[in-house]
């Protein structure tokens, strides 16, 4: 009789998942101690890249002497390019000689295919209509996923360097812990995620666990959002999540100064529209992150602690940072727009709030 009444009260605790205390304190559960516990890997990793830049020079002086010669000294843009493609892939070389893992981020298609994965589960979440889904689907599937050296070869063919280096967050040798959505403007569906060899240096620094991609699953998915956002798909699309935005939150953003102008000249409704319209695309960008991070934590059946570590380990590199206008900051990122996430509230069980669900 005992027994089976410990076998019941087990079988009924069993059901009852506790909320997570990120529910409530997301960005400073995420960011309490995020500066100490990232300062050793940020040290390992700086200095990781002054050794591949020290390394790598003499071999890059060696090829670009040689290729330079080969170019007139009038033709600027080709030599600056030369002088970048052979500075990258000698860069890469050392690189991939560390850690020769980097490879299957940067230029492994099955990955990228898995990586794509958790953002095709993501879309049929949502609530848009069949034919919205599978527009999304089709533009997702064309989406490649690219190296930077891949990057610099695209552009190399029109050689417009210039117009082309606005666009990149790798910085000049790669090793910005970054990746980029990129869209050719020359070529139709030519829409690419770029991976910074420094991100895919910083995915193997830090993993020690099974997969060693899993913490970058959030900054991947949000720039393939980036080429599912309201640039693409227009704002009706998303007009009840910018709606929730306007209404709920568009005062904890910040005015940039056209929008400042404009609110000078209008009403508070259309002030707050117009600076949530200056952030829609990150943040909806932001929306599909949370969206696959749920959809990886739900494959892989994590319980709450995982979760919790999931979400930390995805998302601490935002800390700190600040709004100029365009990029919510790390406190709204974190704070407000993780607890008004449909997704990061299932993730984490969260019971229902007094703040209003904004998502798609
Ligand atoms: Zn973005």
Known sequence: MKLASLAVALLLSANITLASDMCTNSHEIICKNAKAETQEQDKFLEELAKRIRKEAAPRIQARAEAALKNIAKFRLIKRALTLMRIEQQEIMRVAQESYP????????????????????????????????????????????????????????????????MNANACGTDGLETN???????????????????????????????????????????????????????????????????????????????????????????????????????????DVWGFKAVNAYRNRNGYNIVDTENLLKSNLQFLCGSLDYGVHPSGHFRLGVHLQVNQDAKEALSCQDSQLRTCSF
């Open 101 to 164: 893992e980097i490879n299957a981020l940067l230029s492994d298609k099955t990955k990228h295919e898995e990586l794509k994965s958790y953002l095709k589960t993501a879309i049929e979440t949502t609530d848009f209509s069949t034919e919205v889904k599978a527009e999304m689907q089709r533009t997702l599937s064309a989406v490649q996923i690219i190296s930077f050296e891949e990057y610099i070869d695209i552009f190399a063919i029109d050689e417009s360097l210039i117009k082309n």
């Open 179 to 285: 990746a980029f959505a990129y869209r050719d403007p020359q070529k139709q569906n030519a829409n690419y995620v770029v991976i910074c060899p420094g991100l895919a240096l910083q995915s193997q620094v830090q993993a020690n666990q099974a997969d060693p991609f899993r913490d970058i699953i959030f900054v991947v998915a949000h720039e393939l959002g980036h080429h599912l956002d309201n640039r693409t798909f227009g704002n009706k699309v998303y007009a009840n999540y910018l709606a929730c935005i306007a209404n709920d939150h568009a005062q904890e953003l910040v005015l940039t100064k056209k929008t400042e102008k404009t609110c000078k000249k209008s009403s508070i409704t259309e002030c707050r529209v117009a600076n949530t319209l200056t952030h829609a695309q990150e943040l909806i960008s």
